[in-house]
């Protein structure tokens, strides 16, 4: 059974860090592109970043240079580095796997 949870979630003061973790089990984590999305309130899920096996890593251009995504392939575990938050970022935060799954998310509060 494919599960993914996610952790790290938070409120947090704009300009400041956080960092998810997606711990993952039931699937081939090592041989899988991972990927996060997020969902603002009353808008529609967005993709935010993906990795694949390779470590090749992609972001939507609103967290390019300021977001970093990572696995260790060890831990099963995906992770997401956010620097210099902003309001906007303001959103629940899922990790999926290539088949669809998704967690059940962990909040992400961005306000002073």
């Known amino acids: 059974q494919v599960q993914l949870v996610e952790s790290g979630g938070g409120l947090v003061q704009p300009g400041g860090s956080l960092r998810l973790s997606c711990a993952t089990s039931g699937f081939t984590f090592r041989y899988s592109t991972m990927t996060w999305l997020r969902q603002a309130p009353g808008k529609e899920l967005e993709w935010v970043s993906e990795i694949n096996t390779s470590g090749n890593t992609k972001y939507a251009d609103s967290v390019k240079g300021r977001f970093t995504i990572s696995r260790n392939n060890g831990k099963n575990t995906l992770y997401l580095q956010m620097n210099s938050l902003k309001s906007d970022d303001t959103a629940v935060y899922f990790c999926?796997?290539?088949?669809?799954?998704r967690g059940q998310g962990t909040q992400v509060t961005v306000s002073s």
């Open positions: 999926t796997e290539p088949g669809g799954v």
